[in-house]
């Protein structure tokens, strides 16, 4: 009697979850939680699980000790795999309102402490921190200004290693840039090679938040134009960079919003 007791009051338990999961819906992010998928028809297959296969092979295994911003967050997939990795503060940052409620569910289920809060990319100065460990992944696509994005993080949060990963369409060829070009050269912008970043006028995939989409060259190009060194790709979209100094450093003043003013120097 009491064992069916207690299948009955999992079953319930089991039940109650599910309802919290699907109050949700839609989730972005295909996470197994105690049982239950959140997206188990996701048009990509097992994501973003199968996508970060490969990444956790190049990321250390054990983060004791680290600290780790995730920019925007999405469901939390990868706030909790770095707790998992031992990271001793996971800080979790996101706009939506939804996603971040999907995110303290997630926690909640598996038991993993992330601070969730609800904060532009272009606001992560008000941190007024810098990270072991920043990811900044499937986030400059959907934004109207990437490459202030870029500066921001790297001025204001980013003490070493940068995670990021961006959809990418075009070509894959990287040209190799010269220092500088004559105003009537002009075949370089032809090259498939040369850094383009494809601006969506209306929706692509169905999502109007798809604002521009790089080709690998410029991926790459903005990053280090922002100062960052990669230091590995993970095919094919992900790069492991570390922070340098901006190569444009000289300027007399550093990333700010416009229009927000300068934000105080980051610890």
């Given at each position: 009697?009491?064992?069916?007791?207690?299948?009955?009051?999992?079953?319930?338990d089991q039940e109650e979850l599910a309802a919290r999961i699907r109050a949700l819906d839609p989730w972005f992010h295909n996470m197994e939680l105690d049982g239950?998928?959140?997206?188990?028809?996701?048009?990509?297959?097992?994501?973003?699980?199968?996508?970060?296969?490969?990444?956790?092979?190049?990321?250390?295994?054990?983060?004791?000790?680290?600290?780790?911003?995730?920019?925007?967050?999405?469901?939390?997939?990868?706030?909790?795999?770095?707790?998992?990795?031992?990271?001793?503060?996971?800080?979790?940052?996101?706009?939506?309102?939804?996603?971040?409620?999907?995110?303290?569910?997630?926690?909640?289920?598996?038991?993993?402490?992330?601070?969730?809060?609800?904060?532009?990319?272009?606001?992560?100065?008000?941190?007024?921190?810098?990270?072991?460990?920043?990811?900044?992944?499937?986030?400059?696509?959907?934004?109207?200004?990437?490459?202030?994005?870029?500066?921001?993080?790297?001025?204001?949060?980013?003490?070493?290693?940068?995670?990021?990963?961006?959809?990418?369409?075009?070509?894959?060829?990287?040209?190799?840039?010269?220092?500088?070009?004559?105003?009537?050269?002009?075949?370089?912008?032809?090259?498939?090679?040369?850094p383009k970043l494809h601006f969506v006028e209306h929706e692509y995939a169905h999502d109007w938040t798809n604002w521009w989409i790089p080709n690998r060259a410029?991926?790459?190009?903005?990053?280090?134009?922002?100062?960052?060194?990669?230091?590995?790709?993970?095919?094919?979209?992900?790069?492991?960079?570390?922070?340098?100094?901006?190569?444009?450093?000289?300027?007399?003043?550093?990333?700010?919003?416009?229009?927000?003013?300068?934000?105080?120097?980051?610890?």
């Open positions: 009697m009491r064992d069916g007791g207690a299948a009955i009051a999992a079953r319930d239950i998928w959140t997206a188990p028809d996701h048009f990509l297959g097992n994501y973003p699980e199968d996508k970060f296969r490969a990444l956790g092979q190049a990321l250390p295994s054990d983060l004791t000790g680290q600290t780790v911003l995730d920019i925007g967050c999405n469901a939390g997939f990868h706030a909790i795999e770095m707790k998992r990795r031992g990271a001793a503060r996971v800080v979790a940052i996101d706009e939506d309102d939804r996603y971040l409620a999907q995110a303290a569910l997630a926690c909640e289920v598996t038991g993993c402490e992330v601070e969730l809060r609800q904060l532009s990319v272009y606001d992560v100065a008000t941190l007024n921190e810098r990270f072991d460990v920043v990811l900044f992944m499937g986030v400059l696509y959907h934004l109207r200004h990437p490459l202030l994005a870029l500066d921001l993080i790297h001025e204001h949060v980013t003490r070493d290693l940068l995670v990021f990963q961006s959809l990418q369409r075009g070509s894959n060829e990287i040209a190799a840039p010269h220092e500088d070009y004559e105003f009537e050269q002009e075949d370089q912008f032809h090259h498939p090679g040369w410029c991926s790459e190009a903005m990053l280090r134009a922002a100062g960052y060194e990669v230091e590995e790709r993970v095919p094919d979209d992900i790069y492991l960079c570390r922070h340098r100094q901006a190569p444009y450093a000289h300027w007399e003043k550093g990333a700010v919003y416009p229009a927000r003013g300068s934000a105080g120097e980051a610890a």
